[in-house]
């Protein structure tokens, strides 16, 4: 089994940033891809950011420019710097990561969830 911890939520006033964190923990070989989702009330839950083994990233349009997905291999962990945080910003954000572990097994994993508040 793996365990995603994620870290870095917060309340921050519109411009301001904040870093997420999120770590794999468990029976890991190797991960593929690593991403941030977020989910606002009300609101279904998108992709904000992924980040492949091959350091390819995506964004979706409303935050290019403004966050940035990285990732440590070597740490089991995924990062997303966001920058000039605006009102819309605000939501609960998960990592998700594909993992292969042991005997050629592949799953994929969710955190519990930072929240993230933007607000004056």
């Known amino acids: 089994q793996v365990q995603l911890v994620e870290s870095g939520g917060g309340l921050v006033q519109p411009g301001g940033s904040l870093r997420l964190s999120c770590v794999a923990s468990?029976?890991?070989?190797?991960?593929?891809?690593m991403a941030w989702y977020r989910q606002a009330p009300g609101k279904e839950r998108e992709l904000v950011a992924a980040?492949?083994?091959?350091?390819?990233?995506t964004y979706v349009d409303s935050v290019k420019g403004r966050f940035t997905i990285s990732r440590d291999s070597a740490k089991n962990t995924v990062y997303l710097q966001m920058n000039n945080l605006k009102l819309e910003d605000t939501a609960v954000y998960y990592c998700?990561?594909?993992?292969?572990?042991?005997?050629?097994?592949?799953?994929?994993?969710w955190g519990q969830g930072t929240q993230v508040t933007v607000s004056p």
């Open positions: 468990g029976r890991i070989v190797f991960i593929y891809d």
């Open positions: 998700h990561m594909m993992v292969a572990g042991p005997g050629s097994t592949e799953n994929d994993y």
């Open positions: 980040i492949k083994s091959d350091g390819r990233m």
